[in-house]
């Protein structure tokens, strides 16, 4: 199985600053023949499911503020919201689905300063 | 809005099983696959498997193999998900998602949840 390493575990960032977190995939989720990385970012909020902010890497689930950008390429990713708002504290969670099972990382609880 | 409303919580002993449903409604049932992930307390995601409600294909992850069985009723655009033999290990909040549509390529990421369901495995 594809292992999803997250860091930090937790952040604290100050409103209104940039938070910035990442996902490292133990292979490549990068499918060469159509150049779309494999890779979701989710957003959860205690005693919620979770809720589809990025999919391919980068690209902005509909109605999803566009604070929430995804970047990367191959093993690496990054999510990041640029100017923080109190309602963005949860636990943020990457997964890929190039290979199945599909897998998440540990998450990143994200707080605020 | 597309909807996932799933069943209450549940409490079993070692050894039984569980059977979890999922009711769809504001989409069309059979055009997406649907996919089941649990949540340990406390703890991140795992994906258990998928189903093309269109014909009732599925697959499960290699840990559940045996012990899984999802199925679906079109006529109540409803799904269900069985464990079967559980463990204290099996404690956790299942819940249901939807998947890509049935005439693309199955990509597991999952754009709507249901609520979750939790099952608690105690003696």
């Known amino acids: 199985d594809i292992v999803m390493t997250q860091s930090p575990d937790s952040l604290a960032v100050s409103l209104g600053e940039r938070a910035t977190m990442n996902c490292k995939s133990s292979q490549s989720v990068l499918y060469s023949s159509n150049s779309k990385n494999y890779l979701a970012w989710y957003q959860q909020k205690p005693g919620q499911p979770p809720k589809l902010l990025i999919y391919w890497a980068s690209t902005r689930e509909s109605g999803v503020p566009d604070r929430f950008s995804g970047s990367g390429s191959g093993t690496d990713f990054t999510l990041t919201i640029s100017s923080l708002q109190a309602e963005d504290v949860a636990v943020y969670y990457c997964q890929q689905y190039d290979t199945s099972p599909a897998t998440f990382g540990q998450g990143t609880k994200l707080e605020i300063k | 809005q597309v909807q996932l409303v799933q069943s209450g919580a549940e409490v079993k002993k070692p050894g039984a099983s569980v059977k979890v449903s999922c009711k769809a409604s504001q989409y069309t049932f059979t055009s997406y696959y649907m996919h089941w992930v649990r949540q340990a307390p406390g703890q991140g995601l795992e994906w258990m498997g998928v189903?093309?409600?269109?014909?009732?294909?599925?697959s499960y992850a290699q840990k559940f193999q045996g012990r899984v069985t999802m199925t679906s009723d079109t006529s109540t655009s409803t799904l269900y998900m069985e464990l079967s033999s559980l463990r204290s290990e099996d404690t956790a909040v299942y819940y249901c998602?939807?998947?890509?549509?049935?005439?693309?390529?199955?990509?597991?990421?999952?754009?709507?949840w249901g609520q979750g369901t939790l099952v608690t495995v105690s003696s």
């Open positions: 998602a939807r998947g890509s549509h049935t005439g693309t390529a199955n990509y597991h990421f999952f754009d709507y």
């Open positions: 189903i093309n409600p269109s014909g009732g294909s599925t």
